[in-house]
């Protein structure tokens, strides 16, 4: 869990603060945007209530925030997994903030926390594979692609996802991090 803000080269990583549903619904009622997430758009209700979900000691999810511009452009999830000492890392970004790196640098954040100051055995993502973008983000942090499961999530209306399993060990990270440094 993280308690204290995150701050990378463009982002800050923080708890959710109650003004924040506002721009947490401008994105998560965009059907671009959530067409990969499993609960798909959300109402202002909803915004309110997830962005007061994740204010308190159960939260699972942070606010990313815009350095140059104070703009909070996307939340990250992060939390325990059903293993102990294995996270959870996730995205979902406002369109107009895509592709431009930011969601691997606010995970790369997260992995760095996860692996050097909580010191976990595992950080797990997953996705659709009809979602590259989202897979490619896992790949240059240097996840691996450890399972493909087919029609595995349902969202309704006979209708089935399937899923892309990511992880990585911290082996793998103390790997990655000792050649980041030569």
């Known amino acids: ?24 619904h401008a994105y998560t009622s965009d059907p671009d945007v ?7 758009c959300i109402s202002e209700e909803q915004a309110q209530a997830f962005v007061m979900e ?3 000691e159960e939260r699972r999810a942070y606010a990313v925030v815009r350095q140059a511009d104070q703009q909070l452009i996307g939340h990250m999830f992060f939390h325990l997994w059903f293993a102990p000492e294995t996270y959870e890392v996730g995205w979902v970004f406002n369109s107009a903030a895509q592709g431009k790196g930011y969601a691997t640098e606010a995970a790369l954040s997260l992995l760095h926390y996860g692996f050097e100051e909580l010191k976990l055995h595992r950080i797990i993502a997953t996705c659709q594979p009809e979602n590259p973008a989202s897979y490619r983000v896992m790949e240059k942090l240097g996840m691996r692609r ?3 499961f087919q029609q595995c999530i349902y969202r309704g209306d006979n209708i089935w996802w399937s899923e892309y399993f990511y992880a990585m060990l911290a082996t793998e990270w103390q790997s990655l991090h000792h050649l980041a440094q030569l």
């Open 146 to 148: 450890e399972g493909y």
């Open 1 to 24: 869990m993280l308690y204290q803000p995150l701050i990378t080269e463009r982002l800050v990583i923080r708890m959710f603060e109650p003004a924040d549903w506002e721009a947490v």
């Open 54 to 56: 994740h204010q308190g």
């Open 34 to 40: 959530m067409r990969w997430i499993p609960e798909g």
